[in-house]
C-alpha cells in the first residue's frame, strides 16, 4: 500500500500562485510515477501533470501548459505542483495519485489516491 496526503490547497485571487504538496509513505518502492488530478463539483476527474520519480518523464495537460509545474523530492518522497497564474477555472479539489505502470494520464492507471486539497481561484 501507498499512502499519499495532500497540502497546500486555499484561496487565491485570479492570477496568483499556489503550492501543493503530496507525501507518499509506505510501499513508495513500488511506485514508478506520480499525477496530479482535478475534479471541480458535476465535473469528470481530469489530468493535470504526471511524472515520473526517476524525473526523466513529465506530462501535462494542455490546460496546464506554461502555468503549472511538476517536481518531485526524492529524499522526502514528495511531489508537488506549482500552479502559477490561477484561474477561476482552476477551481476543483486536487488529487495525487501514484501509479506502478509508469507515467500514465488516465485514472484507472493510479493505483493509490491521496484525500484531496480544495483549490478555490476567486475572480
Known amino acids: 500500500q501507498v499512502q499519499l496526503v495532500e497540502s497546500g490547497g486555499g484561496l487565491v485571487q485570479a492570477g496568483g500562485s499556489l503550492r501543493l504538496s503530496c507525501i507518499a509513505s509506505g510501499r513508495t518502492f513500488s511506485s514508478k510515477a506520480m499525477g496530479w488530478f482535478r475534479q471541480a463539483p458535476g465535473k469528470e476527474r481530469e489530468f493535470v501533470a504526471a511524472?515520473?520519480?526517476?524525473?526523466?518523464?513529465?506530462y501535462y495537460a494542455d490546460s496546464a501548459k506554461g502555468r503549472f509545474i511538476i517536481s518531485r523530492d526524492n529524499v522526502r518522497n514528495t511531489v508537488y505542483l506549482q500552479m502559477n497564474s490561477l484561474k477561476p477555472e482552476d477551481t476543483a479539489v486536487y488529487y495525487c495519485?501514484?501509479?506502478?505502470?509508469?507515467?500514465?494520464?488516465?485514472?484507472?492507471?493510479?493505483?493509490?489516491w491521496g484525500q484531496g486539497t480544495q483549490v478555490t481561484v476567486s475572480s
Open positions: 495519485a501514484s501509479t506502478s505502470l509508469g507515467i500514465a494520464t488516465l485514472p484507472r492507471f493510479f493505483e493509490y
Open positions: 511524472m515520473t520519480w526517476s524525473g526523466g518523464s513529465t
